[in-house]
């Protein structure tokens, strides 16, 4: 009997070794297709066939699964999407051109493009920020005047947020933005919107039903790095159905409602007001912190899903978890980092985890530093987590050597 094969394209850091773990319980073979492939580090060391291809062309694509099927049988297709998340609608179009399930690629593609996204939310009475899409410094600079400062500023697939509040800060950002773009993706655009002030939170949706609201709190600004990440949110009832509300309603005006999807709003004085819908699931550990409070595996179900398998979706948080995010102060190369153990070793610490190992430049997206790790804590109530949470995160100290050239 042949093996069912599962096609994984492109890879992600966290959600990665989730998916071939899980593909691997459910009697699946993972292979993954992507433009490099070294630089997915746990396809080494989960030993995972991959295929170099360029990941952005379709009919390479069709030809590759093509030439698989000579030897498997092609169970199912996703996608992880990272910077660029037209990886998605490439995927839709693989699962249809193969009559597998996924998602529609049309509905996808519209809900990557932000503005087109925003302007179906508007037209479906969704609220959304004041926004426009700018190409140039110039248009940056008169949309935020029109706007009203401060605004937020952020590149292609939402990266690079950073919180303008005057003109000195919209052109060295912008310049920031712009370069990226001429080096990856030249037609990107520059997403300037209308700053969310209030509390904000992370909704994680599969199909037609909310699985988990999580809250979140964010790094002082300008730079609008997640700190933290609880679930499940502290809502009352009435706040908490207008949040289910607005997320129905941005499936219905996006077309979606297959599969995975992760919206992001901010409960403001004139209601919910949608900041940004993602139509894959969240990134790693947001599927490790609604495992561990409402009991159900966000990846093992998505395989599922795209495979046609039975789901069993259950609900109703039972704990509380929450992550916080290690965000280094400095840009620079990290020289050491330790306490990882004596935290791990905390009690109601269910997972440290460091990104990037000393002698390595911290990351950076859009301009901005990225997390180096993140700490889990999980109790019973939200106190005790948090409690637990930072007397972990205390215990772990790293030095960062600064790099002369601040202003690349």
């Known amino acids: 009997m042949r093996r069912k094969a599962l096609i994984l394209v492109e890879g992600h850091r966290g959600n990665g070794p989730l998916h071939i ?85 049309v509905s996808i593609e519209q809900c990557c ?15 959304v920020p ?56 030249p037609s990107r655009r520059i997403l300037v919107e209308e700053f969310t002030q209030g509390s904000h939170f992370s909704i994680n949706m599969m199909g037609n039903e909310v699985i988990g609201i999580a809250a979140l709190d964010f790094c002082q600004a300008p730079d609008l790095i997640c700190r933290e ?6 809502l009352t009832e009435n706040e ?41 699931l969240p990134g790693s550990p947001a599927p490790e912190l609604v495992q561990l409070v409402y009991g159900v595996d966000l990846v093992t179900e998505h395989i599922k899903l795209v495979t046609g398998a039975q789901r069993s979706l259950r609900r109703g948080p039972t704990k509380t978890a929450a992550a916080r995010f ?36 911290v990351p950076r997206k859009g301009g901005h530093r990225e997390c180096i790790g993140h700490v889990i804590a999980v109790s019973s109530n939200h106190a005790q987590t948090q409690t637990t949470l930072q007397r972990a995160a205390d215990l772990i100290h790293w030095s960062i050597t600064p790099h002369s050239d601040l202003g690349e």
């Open 240 to 280: 908490h159905d207008s949040i289910a509300d607005v997320s129905l309603n941005c499936l219905r005006a996006l077309g979606l409602g297959w599969g995975p999807t992760t919206i992001e709003l901010g409960l403001t004085k004139r209601g919910p007001v949608v900041i940004g819908v993602s139509p894959h």
């Open 326 to 361: 290690l965000v280094p102060d400095l840009d620079g190369t990290l020289d050491w980092i330790d306490g990882d153990s004596r935290a791990a070793a905390v009690s109601g610490i269910a997972e440290v985890e460091l990104y990037i190992e000393p002698k390595t430049r």
């Open 130 to 185: 004041a926004y426009h899409m700018a190409a140039n410094a110039m248009e940056v600079e008169r949309f935020a005047n029109a706007i009203g400062l401060p605004v937020v500023v952020k590149g292609s697939g939402s990266t690079g947020a950073k919180l303008c509040r005057n003109v000195d800060d919209l052109a060295a950002h912008s310049a920031i933005l712009l370069s990226i773009n001429h080096i990856t993706r």
């Open 113 to 127: 493009d932000k503005f087109v996204q925003r302007q179906l939310l508007s037209e479906a009475g969704v609220s």
């Open 21 to 105: 773990q899980a593909a691997r319980r459910l009697g699946l073979h993972p292979i993954t297709l992507a433009a490099d492939p070294a630089q997915y580090e746990y396809l080494g060391a989960e030993s995972v066939d991959a295929i170099p291809i360029d990941t952005g062309n379709i009919d390479a694509l069709i030809r590759e699964c093509y030439r698989l099927r000579i030897t498997y049988d092609i169970a199912g297709i996703t996608a992880f999407a990272g910077d660029d998340v037209s990886v998605s609608a490439t995927v839709g179009k693989l699962c249809r051109h193969f009559g597998l399930p996924g998602p529609n690629p």
């Open 229 to 234: 990440c609880t679930y499940p949110a502290v």
